[in-house]
């Protein structure tokens, strides 16, 4: 199916311990030894977390030889809770943070992956392989990671759910970073109960998370008894039309799913954040700073062939032909231009993104009007991959979220002539119990995904 067949090229590297990693966990079940729930399930893992055995390169010929001598937090974790991992996923290179003109799901060490659902679309990133290997049930569960968008998009242009937790929920720690206020990986997956089991294994306090503390006391013990089919019914949710306009067919789409919330019990008003796209500038000025600290961190931890960004930069130079053949390395230019995080310009920044997503935005409008989330349309349907012109993004409702810090999640919600669209649902720091919740009231009222067909192409 990866190779041949559709040939979604979504798979990067396969754990070559996985065979016997599941024969051990089948002996333990035969011997009464149970882990959990996830106890035998296999899981595919974006290629830029941590997992001895296998490279973590970010989808870059430069870091094709990174052996990490340890796992990542959250792999640990989920070995503990008995999962197997079945190998790595693709990626947009450096999660998508290397260029101004970037082709999404492409990088030098791993190739283009392709839309399950239409293979000359683009499954979007930067955790494209993991949308598309987990639509096409390559592996029960997958984990991805987001800066701005990079769980959500995936996960609704392939068809899946996908839940970016709140910052510091999931432990960062051997994940290779962009971004220490906004970075999270998180759980994608075909239906939400998936997504609320993976997320249950993966979440935990970490301290030596710079935002991990704050998760003590925000971690139940099962996420998954949130679901409940009447989870909307009662609640208050706020319609980011701000987000809306891109597309007629998406509006489309929304108005049925506002019907369907309504008729589960749900109530909908409509919301105006005053700040709206206020963060863009800020965040970009968060993020070149944070890349450059956090790169150099990681790459100087693990040992790496190339010891700083700016040895990543020279590196793509001296080897242009496989490293850019399609585009550059503009972000990587710009990040390496900037000063430590003590400049001012860089906590400026940082309080400022934060402040106009989240306290005068996001969090002011659930306040405002007593909401328990805000819903918008997760994402335009997949454009046609183009390595000439880049992506082409139309709009998405994640952005606001991804800047405050704070959880969201997508579902379902139907399709732009058999290309997938999502549902996303905004809430407050650690509302991951109720977004699971909202959700999976909403998957069980409307049943909205359908499996992929892998057309070559969509007919005029």
């Known amino acids: 199916m990866d190779k041949k067949g559709p040939a979604l090229n979504a798979v990067i590297e396969l754990n070559p311990d996985a065979l016997k990693e599941a024969d051990t966990l089948d002996a333990e079940r035969k011997a009464g030894k149970l882990r959990g729930p996830m106890h035998g399930l296999p ?48 990626l947009s290179e450096w999660a998508n943070f290397r260029s101004t003109r970037s082709v999404s799901g492409w990088s030098s060490r791993g190739g283009q992956t ?32 987001e800066t701005d968008g990079s769980i959500i998009c995936p996960s609704s242009v392939n068809g899946l759910v996908g839940l970016k ?46 935002a991990g503390h704050a998760s003590a006391g925000n971690i139940p013990p099962d996420y998954t008894s949130f679901l409940k089919p009447d989870a909307l019914k009662g609640k208050r949710f706020g319609l980011f039309r701000q987000t809306m306009g891109f597309h007629p067919d998406v509006d489309a789409a929304m108005d049925k799913a506002v019907a369907a919330i309504k008729a589960a019990g749900g109530e909908v008003v409509e919301v105006k954040v005053p700040t709206f ?100 349309p997760s994402m335009a349907p997949a454009w046609p991959t183009d390595p000439v012109l880049g992506d082409h993004f139309l709009g998405a409702g994640y952005g606001i979220a991804a800047v405050a810090g704070t959880p969201s999640i997508t579902v ?22 109720e977004l699971l919740g909202f959700a999976y009231a909403y998957e069980q009222a ?15």
Request: proline share 6%.
């Open 277 to 376: 796209g206020q963060w863009d500038k800020p965040e970009l000025e968060v993020l070149l700073y944070e890349f450059k600290a956090g790169l150099n961190t990681y790459l100087a931890a693990h040992g790496s062939a190339q010891k700083s960004l700016e040895a990543l930069i020279a590196w793509d130079k001296a080897n242009a032909a496989r490293a850019m053949p399609i585009f550059g390395q503009e972000l990587f230019e710009q990040a390496q231009k900037k000063g430590p995080l003590t400049d001012a310009a860089y906590s400026k920044a940082r309080d400022d993104a934060r402040r106009l997503a989240g306290a005068q935005g996001l969090i002011a409008a659930l306040d405002k009007d007593n909401l328990d989330a805000l819903i918008a």
């Open 412 to 433: 379902p919600m139907g399709d732009v002539r058999g290309l997938p669209i999502g549902l996303a649902f905004l809430g407050r720091a650690y509302s991951e119990p």
């Open 165 to 210: 937790p709140t910052v510091g929920l999931v432990s960062r720690n051997g994940i290779i970073p962009i971004s220490a206020s906004q970075d999270t990986a998180g759980p994608m997956g075909r239906s939400v109960a998936d997504v609320a089991l993976l997320l249950g294994a993966m979440a935990a306090t970490d301290e030596a998370d710079p």
């Open 114 to 145: 392709r839309n399950a659902y239409v293979l000359d679309r683009n499954p979007c990133g930067s955790s494209a392989g993991t949308g598309a290997a987990i639509a096409s049930s390559f592996a029960a569960f997958g984990v991805g990671t």
């Open 446 to 460: 409307t049943h909205a995904r359908k499996p992929p067909r892998y057309l070559p192409t969509l007919a005029p």
């Open 43 to 90: 899981v595919l893992l974006k290629d830029n977390i941590d997992v001895v055995g296998m490279a973590n390169s970010a989808g870059s010929l430069a870091l094709a030889d990174n052996h990490p001598s340890a796992d990542a937090f959250l792999v640990a974790r989920l070995r503990a809770a008995g999962a197997v991992i079945l190998g790595k996923t693709n």
